[in-house]
């Protein structure tokens, strides 16, 4: 079945200590967008892909970055996990940028210590 | 400045109830509205659009209306099972060429 995976589902690491979130898919959309949600709170757009073309949501922190090797990869840097970070990230992508439906894989838990 | 509200954190019925949840919006004209549906430790699955010219859309035991002249949304499931438990969240987007904006959600408990 075409999918969203995201690896790994639980993420542990230290304060300040770099950390990187995977996600990949085989429903060959051109976007790739990586959320933020906090516990009883809306999904939060940080960025996204169309193909190559990276966007920046204007109010995601410098402390995040990404990267998109090819259509079907991309991945959530942190740069200097805070302790405010912990959260789950979800990636989700769509046909389109305008795309009607987005589809989420399963989330990674990042939690910091 | 824009919203989206979805107006109880959470809501409990019994089994075979109609549940009802409400998504309203101010300062957005969207061209559509979503619900999506969120377990925990789960990423959000889609389950209806409702396009602004459209007043009713329904998929087996969901049914969606948009009002647009209220800033409305009512995301009803009939004859409501357990498994129906979860989160859902309404989403819409702004402007054209603007992100897909999520609610915060509404929790939903059936009980048998």
């Known amino acids: 079945d075409a999918m969203v995976i995201q690896n790994p589902r639980y993420q542990v690491t230290q304060f300040g200590k770099p950390v990187t979130l995977s996600c990949s898919q085989t429903?060959?959309?051109?976007?790739m967008y990586w959320y933020q949600q906090k516990s009883s709170q809306a999904p939060k757009l940080l960025f996204h892909y169309y193909d190559k073309d990276f966007n920046n949501e204007a109010d995601t922190p410098d402390n995040f970055q990404s990267r998109r090797p090819n259509t079907s990869f991309c991945f959530l840097d942190i740069r200097s996990p805070g302790l405010g970070d912990a959260a789950m990230y979800l990636c989700?992508?769509?046909?389109?940028?305008?795309?009607?439906?987005?589809?989420f894989g399963p989330g990674t838990r990042l939690l910091v210590l | 400045s824009q919203k989206i509200e979805q107006n109880s954190e959470a809501l409990n019925i019994q089994e075979g109830k109609t549940a009802t949840l409400t998504c309203n919006y101010t300062n957005y004209s969207p061209a559509y509205l979503q619900w999506y549906r969120q377990d925990p430790g789960r990423g959000p699955v889609f389950l209806l659009l409702i396009r602004e010219n459209e007043k009713e859309k329904r998929k087996e035991r969901l049914k969606v209306t948009f009002d647009t002249t209220l800033k409305q949304s009512l995301f009803h499931i009939t004859a409501s099972q357990p498994a129906d438990s979860a989160t859902y969240l309404c989403?819409?987007?702004?402007?054209?060429?603007?992100?897909?904006?999520f609610g915060k959600g509404t929790t939903l408990s059936v009980s048998s």
């Open positions: 989403a819409l987007r702004g402007q054209a060429g603007t992100a897909l904006i």
């Open positions: 989700a992508t769509s046909g389109h940028w305008d795309g009607e439906t987005q589809y």
């Open positions: 429903l060959n959309h051109n976007v």
